[in-house]
């Protein structure tokens, strides 16, 4: 029998109706139920990204304290085997297990439906697995595989912003790390992110490490975007790119010598590692990259650079960078020992490798 919280609900059973839920009830949800099965879809990144880490935080909160993921960037060449083993297996670590199984194409195969249905016949109750996708069309909601893991779980439609909901977003946002912008400064900051939820996400952070908790006007909006104090910072970044290691080392040494912030430095790093992520996955799947650099606005001037900078890299490379950036923030703010600017180093030399 599995230890739980006693006032918390594990739906174990496929007795229950499938439920489908907005973004915003998730959370009430998740302090009331966890289901043992969940699908997360959509085209808006930063908001797929905060549901689904919305689910693995209450997981962790009920002990799944060991977590495997599986990519799938192929669906015919994928292991699915592996995911049957997992849900099958003990864990030596943990007696409850998250199971992470990132599907951009939103479409298993023939393989894959028959082990994701064999999946929901039988969930584990010692197992939560959540599923990420691309977008479903109506098609594939009504797919046997799609309405199997439905009915015996929860699934989350991501839908994007409409236009007139962006300002309210944005506010609240700002609010969230204590800032609060004159209503011209909140258009202004509008008119410039072009709803891209992702951008803003992190211009937000940008704006909060400048500026720290306070008020902003428009003119503050202004100079943080055409900031020349930072323009080392871009160097460095599509020197980066690039792969031309003799001036990243000469750059950041640059940097170490004019007492640069390293949260500034972290922070442009970990924002381009996360489209580089979103970017190879979506082209794993079958999006072309061309397409994919238009979705994301990257700038025409520095299109190459990605280009290069994506040769032959797959999705785990990014996801590995990712981990590494965050152990250095930890660092940063002495949560971990190490030498700050030797690991940012190290991280700017591996874009390539």
């Keep these: 029998m599995v230890s739980r919280d006693p006032s918390l609900t594990l739906r174990m059973t496929n007795t229950e109706n499938n439920m489908k839920i907005k973004p915003e009830q998730l959370s009430q949800h998740l302090q009331n139920t966890l289901s043992l099965i969940y699908i997360v879809s959509g085209d808006e990144p930063l908001l797929q990204q905060e549901a ?22 192929n669906s ?6 592996s995911l049957l083993e997992a849900a099958n297996s003990l864990s030596l670590f943990s007696d409850k297990t998250f199971l992470d199984l990132r599907l951009p194409s939103g479409k ?7 082990i994701l249905m064999q999946y929901a016949e039988n969930p584990p109750p010692d197992k939560i697995l959540l599923i990420t996708t ?8 009504k797919a046997k595989w799609f309405t199997a893991l439905e009915k015996v779980g929860v699934f989350v439609a991501i839908w994007p912003l409409f236009a007139n909901q962006l300002p309210i977003w944005l506010k609240q946002r700002f609010q969230k790390v204590g800032l609060q912008l004159e209503p011209a400064a909140l258009k202004l900051f509008s008119d410039q992110v072009e709803g891209n939820l992702l951008a803003a996400d992190q211009e937000i952070e940008k704006l909060r490490l400048i500026y720290g908790p306070g008020k902003l006007n428009e003119q503050q909006i202004l100079e943080a975007t055409t900031n020349h104090n930072r323009y080392d910072i871009f160097n460095l970044v599509d020197a980066v790119f690039s792969g031309d290691n003799a001036r990243i080392i000469r750059l950041l040494k640059n940097l170490k010598a004019l007492s640069e912030e390293p949260t500034i430095l972290l922070w442009a790093l970990t924002r381009e590692l996360r489209v580089l992520a979103q970017i190879t996955w979506a082209v794993s799947s079958g999006s072309h990259l061309e397409a994919q650099l238009q979705t994301h606005k990257i700038w025409e001037n520095r299109k190459s650079l990605y280009r290069k900078v ?3 890299k797959k999705t785990q490379h990014w996801y ?18 190490g030498h700050v600017w030797d690991e940012l180093m190290q ?7």
Excluded at 108 to 114: E, V
């Design 52 to 73: 689904c880490d919305s689910i693995r935080k209450a997981a962790i909160q009920q002990q799944y304290a060991e977590k495997q993921i599986f990519f799938v960037e």
């Design 76 to 81: 015919k060449s994928f292991n699915w085997q």
């Design 108 to 114: 298993p195969g023939d393989t894959g439906a028959k």
């Design 134 to 141: 691309g977008k479903l069309d109506a098609a594939t909601q």
């Design 310 to 312: 994506l040769q032959s």
């Design 320 to 337: 590995t960078l990712i981990h590494q950036a965050k152990q250095i923030d930890e660092m940063i703010k002495g949560i971990q020992r």
């Design 347 to 353: 991280l700017c030399l591996s874009f390539h490798t």
